[in-house]
């Protein structure tokens, strides 16, 4: 069995965000909208997702941005924020343990929360 390790550094997040990502991109809720959004565009948003997980999880502030504008018009519904974390939430259990998984994790749910009520407010606003 595998030894889980902490969250400590960049290269943790990295990790954690390109197992996830893997997860997502094959994922046969969640592949066509994100696949189809991102499409050759992949590094960049890779990058973009470290820089954000490393200034939630490290507090080292490399990220700025909206992160809410870029999903505001996807056609996502409560089952694709459900699937995201579901995914999220295997991919640091299955390699990470401590008290920034937990964060982590935590953060993901409102993050995921916030989002799903909001682009929920503006397809009924429509």
């Not at 400590?8 to 997040?13: G, P, Q, R, T, Y």
């Not at 299955?94 to 929920?120: N, P, V, Y």
Request: charged share 35%; glycine share 4%.
């Amino acid at each position: 069995m595998k030894k889980k390790k902490e969250i400590e550094n960049l290269e943790d997040i990295q990790q954690m965000v390109d197992m996830f990502y893997g997860k997502v991109r094959n994922d046969d809720l969640l592949a066509d909208i994100f696949n189809g959004v991102i499409k050759d565009n992949w590094p960049i948003h890779l990058e973009k997702m470290y820089r954000f997980w490393q200034t939630i999880l490290l507090e080292e502030h490399t990220y700025s941005g909206s992160p809410f504008a870029p999903h505001v018009k996807l056609p996502i519904q409560k089952k694709h924020f459900d699937r995201w974390k579901k995914l999220f939430f295997e991919t640091v259990d299955e390699h990470f343990s401590g008290d920034k998984a937990k964060e982590a994790k935590l953060r993901a749910t409102k993050m995921a929360e916030m989002f799903q009520l909001k682009i929920e407010y503006f397809q009924n606003k429509s």
